[in-house]
């Protein structure tokens, strides 16, 4: 029998209310691991009366009292990282190694939530007019929920809620229903961590289920992450329901190499960028431009790394590329790749022979001579599939990579100072790197692109703590003629 996922509301694991379910299936073998529930309205309507009618008793707790679950829950965490990691790779498909990274990275937010009591300082200035005083406190503000994606298991959800829970407020996490196993077992680890029941919950489903969070009245603010369409959806919606959000929409990185780059390195990182987790990641390259002279070498690198990618299952220590997510990312993939071949694209590498294995699998992919309004320079593919570019300076890589509708990161690959400074002072998106494929902010920056990539004002990971909480204003006077009240006779009396 395989299971149906569980919800975890006010510290118990409940069965969705839903006769519905959707199947998770292990990408690389095509194994049925588990059927997640498409979601039921009584779900959240539960997950929402458990963490508002914890709230006021976890807001009252000292912050100092709160972070000590963290902590706990940092070494639970610990003891189970292999095993999360395995989880990730059979419900996602990627490698080990990456799927390390993706638990390696929620651990941080955590170690980073830890030390929400030195942030959570308020404000205070004396004599802002005579006799009066002002401070500002840092207040949590209820029940907020995270909507996840698929492509980070573990770490997408913990970009916010520890940093939402630490600052006071209660929490409720829908994972995407395409990987709730990962979650699935941090909420046992939650569990085991003895956080007060309410304070964080889970609650399983679909679209319905996102639908219903963003217009639930008891639900404070989201944080959304996922494609574009569906983050400008979350985001006029729930802003139009009065909650406060942020949405974290899709990508399209151009990653630019200069003729002075260190070729072979930069190229790797390149590629790295490109193919890592197939390509699901937000931060993925997936248009490589080069600049003058740097092309040819670029496309001879490129090629030849990229055909060394060993596909194959992410638990096989020689894999290292995994499956796509689904048989329809799969296939949408493959239309994509059969589109650009028809638009005149020239295909270097073709990774559609390995689509033939069993399993969600496509192989690099690689097309020269793309043009800036193709499909491959335009859309965001979401899979191992890239192009590339010739330009011929600095500023026309930057006038591509401005012109694009989305702005989540773009990298420079140099070793000239001044080039590096020019680039990050005229790229539009919002999270550059520097001889790096994969800038990834850590923990202890915010994470959030800009343009298409991102609506909202504030970002997440530590950022976050500016959405999690409201900065509450009082204005004090105390009257001198009380001062002198004190030291008269009747106080003794
Ligand atoms: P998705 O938009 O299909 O789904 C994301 C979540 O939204 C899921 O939980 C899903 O159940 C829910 N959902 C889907 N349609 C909805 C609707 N109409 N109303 C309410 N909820 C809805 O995204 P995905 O395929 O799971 O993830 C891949 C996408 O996420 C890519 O576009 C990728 O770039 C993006 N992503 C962005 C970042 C970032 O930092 N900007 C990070 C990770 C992933």
Request: proline content about 6%.
């Amino acid at each position: 029998m395989v299971e149906t996922v569980k919800n975890y509301i006010n510290g118990q694991f409940v069965p969705s209310k839903s006769t519905q379910t959707t199947d998770v299936i292990n990408p690389a073998t095509m194994e049925l691991l588990c059927h997640t529930p498409t979601g039921h309205e009584d779900d959240l309507n539960a997950a929402v009366e458990a963490a508002a009618a914890a709230f006021p008793a976890w807001r009252d707790t000292p912050a100092v009292d709160r972070v000590q679950y963290f902590f706990n829950f940092k070494t639970i965490l610990e003891k189970h990282y292999e095993e999360l990691a395995t989880l990730v790779v059979k419900e996602h498909g990627k490698t080990y190694k990456e799927a390390l990274g993706d638990v390696r990275r929620a651990i941080q937010m955590v170690e980073t939530a830890i030390g929400l009591p030195a942030l959570l300082r308020g404000e205070y200035k004396d004599n802002v007019a005579r006799n009066i005083d002002s401070m500002a406190q840092r207040r949590p503000l209820g029940v907020f929920a995270c909507i996840a994606p698929f492509n980070f298991p573990a770490m997408v959800p913990y970009w916010f809620f520890p940093f939402a829970v630490a600052a006071g407020n209660t929490y409720i996490i829908k994972p995407s229903e395409l990987v709730p196993l990962t979650q699935v077992r941090m909420f046992e680890l939650i569990h085991e961590a003895g956080f007060p029941k309410g304070v964080i919950n889970m609650v399983h489903g679909g679209k319905d289920t996102g639908n219903q969070i963003l217009t639930h009245p008891g639900i404070k603010g989201i944080s959304f992450v996922g494609s574009t369409p569906v983050a400008k959806h979350i985001y006029s919606t729930g802003t139009a329901h009065g909650k406060r959000v942020q949405a974290l929409g899709g990508a399209k990185n151009c990653l630019v190499i200069l003729p002075d780059a260190s070729m072979e390195k930069s190229v790797q990182a390149m590629v790295e960028s490109c193919y890592g987790c197939a390509g699901e990641r937000c931060l993925a390259g997936s248009v490589l431009v080069g600049v003058g002279p740097a092309y040819n070498k670029m496309k001879e690198l490129a090629v030849k790394y990229a055909s060394e990618i060993v596909v194959g299952d992410g638990m096989d220590p020689k894999t290292t590329m995994g499956p796509v997510v689904t048989a329809a990312a799969k296939q949408r993939i493959l239309d994509d790749i059969n589109k650009a071949v028809e638009e005149g694209a020239e295909l270097l590498l073709d990774g559609r022979p390995l689509a033939s294995m069993k399993g969600n699998f496509i192989g690099p992919t690689i097309f020269d001579h793309v043009k800036p309004d193709s499909i491959i320079a335009t859309k965001e593919i979401f899979g191992p599939v890239i192009g590339l570019m010739q330009v011929k300076d600095l500023d026309e890589a930057i006038a591509m990579i401005n012109s694009s509708n989305y702005g989540n990161t773009a990298s420079l690959f140099t070793s000239n100072g001044a080039a590096v400074r020019h680039f990050i002072q005229n790229v539009q998106p919002s999270m550059v790197g520097i001889n790096l494929g994969v800038p990834a902010p850590m923990s202890i920056f915010g994470f959030g692109g800009s343009k298409d990539s991102f609506f909202g004002d504030i970002k997440g990971q530590i950022e976050s703590i500016d959405f999690f909480t409201e900065k509450h204003i009082s204005m004090i006077r105390w009257f001198s003629e009380d001062l002198t009240d004190v030291s008269s006779p009747h106080w003794s009396t």
